[in-house]
């Protein structure tokens, strides 16, 4: 019953950004952790940022400094800021919404981000 949108990936070049959205169809409010996952071809799915309901952030140690994970209330979107990429951040990034009801959280449908150097 909920849906996760995400947009705004696509080709950038090493050291520039991308701003990420993911927009849920319920109120953002009704979820105790959104987050932003990535997996590489091959590799597995991992945790890049997340957010809880309180405002605590985390973040993967590769990414730490250059991404910041935020959110809107008002637009039940959640977004991830990427700076100074590089290309191992060349990934499909998931959005991921936990409400500690349904096992594993909502996924949406992924964005691919590839940065090429």
């Not at 996760?4 to 319920?26: D, F, I, M, N, P």
């Not at 140690?61 to 809107?72: A, E, K, L, N, Y």
């Not at 959640?78 to 096992?103: F, H, P, W």
């Given at each position: ?35 932003w996952y ?32 935020s959110r ?46």
């Amino acid at each position: 019953q909920v849906q996760l949108v995400e947009s705004g990936g696509g080709l950038v070049q090493t050291g520039g950004s991308l701003r990420l959205s993911c927009a849920a169809s319920r109120s953002i409010f009704s979820f105790n952790t959104l987050g932003w996952y990535r997996q590489a071809p091959g590799k597995q799915r991992d945790l890049v940022a997340s957010i809880t309901s309180g405002g605590i952030t985390n973040y993967a140690d590769s990414v730490r400094g250059r991404f910041t994970i935020s959110r809107d209330n008002s637009k039940n979107t959640v977004y991830l800021q990427m700076n100074s990429l590089k290309a191992e951040d060349t990934a499909a990034y998931y959005c991921n919404a936990k409400d500690g009801i349904r096992s594993g959280g909502y996924w949406g449908q992924g964005t691919q981000v590839t940065v090429s150097s």
